[in-house]
């Protein structure tokens, strides 16, 4: 049986989702799990016990299995939690995410961003066309640490590109720490 396949079976078997397999040099084998995602239920986020759970049935599948490994890491998907999957855009709907495409946009650009660009920043929503998705963006300047921010901000153009699965090589939740408890002056209450 593949590997990807036993592991597959042993996480969703103990009612997680798997997230990613990495194998690494020196033997490490890496799996990230997630609590299984339902509309509509708050997210509920892995915890130690969860990653020793799974790492203890792990141990045992794999060496029934006779898989060779020096090291098992399993843990949760972190801040910058990839998504590779359509539930995976479904469930981050509205959230910023960071995407990596494949190919340079190229002349669909139209001149409105570089021709060779392919990352991109922005807000993640569903779109009219079935297994299209669409991120949000202004391209706001870059402030630098100690550089003065200024008050009036011109009203920069909102972008939008739209993409399929297959175009990314990438996509990931963008990793958005809030360290002073400071919120945007929208999302504020009093």
Same mark, same amino acid.
């Given at each position: 049986?593949?590997? *990807?396949?036993?592991?597959?079976?042993?996480?969703?078997?103990?009612?997680?989702?798997?997230?990613? /397999?990495?194998?690494?040099?020196?033997?490490?084998?890496?799996?990230?799990?997630?609590?299984?995602? *339902?509309?509509?239920?708050?997210?509920?986020?892995? *915890?130690?016990?969860?990653?020793? #759970?799974?790492?203890?049935?792990?141990?045992?599948?794999?060496?029934?299995?006779?898989?060779?490994?020096?090291?098992?890491?399993?843990?949760?998907?972190? /801040?910058?939690?990839?998504?590779?999957?359509?539930?995976?855009?479904?469930?981050?709907?509205?959230?910023?995410?960071? /995407?990596?495409?494949? &190919?340079?946009?190229?002349?669909?650009?139209?001149?409105?961003?570089? &021709?060779?660009?392919?990352?991109?920043?922005?807000?993640?929503?569903?779109?009219?066309?079935? *297994?299209?998705?669409? /991120?949000?963006?202004?391209?706001?300047?870059?402030? #630098?640490?100690?550089?003065?921010?200024? #008050?009036?901000?011109?009203?920069?153009?909102?972008?939008?590109?739209?993409?399929?699965?297959?175009?990314?090589?990438? &996509?990931?939740?963008?990793?958005?720490?809030?360290?002073?408890?400071?919120?945007?002056?929208?999302?504020?209450?009093?």
């Amino acid at each position: 049986m593949a590997l *990807q396949n036993i592991i597959e079976q042993t996480v969703v078997g103990l009612g997680y989702q798997l997230v990613d /397999i990495e194998r690494s040099a020196g033997g490490l084998l890496r799996i990230t799990i997630d609590n299984v995602w *339902q509309a509509g239920v708050p997210a509920q986020f892995i *915890q130690v016990e969860d990653c020793e #759970k799974v790492t203890r049935q792990l141990q045992f599948v794999l060496e029934v299995e006779q898989t060779a490994y020096s090291r098992l890491e399993v843990s949760s998907p972190g /801040i910058d939690r990839p998504l590779k999957t359509e539930s995976d855009l479904a469930r981050f709907c509205g959230e910023v995410i960071d /995407i990596t495409l494949k &190919a340079p946009m190229g002349a669909a650009a139209g001149g409105l961003v570089s &021709a060779n660009r392919k990352k991109f920043r922005g807000v993640l929503e569903v779109t009219d066309t079935p *297994q299209t998705w669409q /991120i949000t963006w202004r391209d706001e300047p870059v402030s #630098k640490p100690g550089m003065r921010v200024a #008050k009036v901000k011109k009203d920069l153009p909102v972008q939008a590109l739209q993409f399929t699965l297959s175009e990314l090589r990438e &996509a990931r939740l963008a990793p958005i720490v809030d360290f002073k408890g400071r919120r945007p002056a929208e999302k504020r209450s009093n």
